[in-house]
């Protein structure tokens, strides 16, 4: 390795360290409680050494809450992908609810930093983190939406409603979850019955809304 590159090398890393300090503490604390100098003081820096690696403590954040939406959308995608294709369209729904319930409660800092700090971002920040939300959200909507089309979900629902709602509560997922509740495999099972019960057509009721 060459001095250059061990100097890059070197620079990758410490910028990688300030990332992953961020994330742990946007994911403790949101956007409002997370501060530069305890970022430092957990990447084993000095403050001001953040400067040369990020513009600002919004280009910091928006870099980590980015990594974490990105890292949820690829993940959802990756298991949706690896299911046979003749999956059911409930069964795709409920794919998708575990893969999201693993990123948000054992896989990533980021993504739970994501969830909890986008609603804290100042409006500019906030704008651009909104066009990453809708990225993810159409993965959902097209799921629903095969769902529709195949007659596997209750044609009284309203579609964007029941996305909404499954997305909210699999968010909140992280903010009342952890090891000593129930596993993680029990809080999944319990999502994902809720979720294609609460989706499923009824099959002796009527249909329409009330």
């Not at 590159?5 to 946007?26: G, M, W, Y």
């Not at 948000?104 to 700090?117: K, W």
């Amino acid at each position: 390795m060459t001095t250059e590159q061990a100097v890059e090398s070197k620079s990758t890393h410490t910028r990688r360290r300030i990332l992953d300090a961020a994330a742990s503490l946007l994911a403790r604390r949101g956007y409002a409680g997370t501060r530069l100098s305890d970022v430092a003081e957990i990447a084993g820096i000095r403050a001001p050494a953040i400067y040369y690696y990020f513009d600002s403590r919004e280009d910091l954040v928006e870099e980590v809450v980015t990594t974490g939406m990105v890292r949820n959308l690829e993940h959802v995608r990756a298991a949706l992908a690896d299911l046979p294709a003749e999956s059911s369209a409930l069964d795709r729904i409920c794919r998708a609810v575990e893969a999201h319930l693993q990123v948000v409660l054992r896989t990533s800092d980021y993504t739970i930093a994501a969830v909890r700090s986008t609603s804290q971002l100042p409006p500019d920040l906030r704008e651009r983190q909104i066009r990453e939300q809708q990225r993810y959200a159409e993965i959902w909507r097209e799921l629903i939406d095969a769902g529709r089309v195949a007659g596997e979900i209750h044609p009284g629902l309203d579609p964007r409603a029941a996305r909404m709602l499954i997305l909210g509560a699999l968010n909140w997922a992280c903010e009342w979850w952890s090891p000593g509740r129930g596993s993680l495999r029990s809080v999944v099972f319990t999502a994902q019955a809720l979720v294609r019960r609460g989706l499923a057509p009824p099959a002796t009721v009527d249909q329409r809304p009330a």
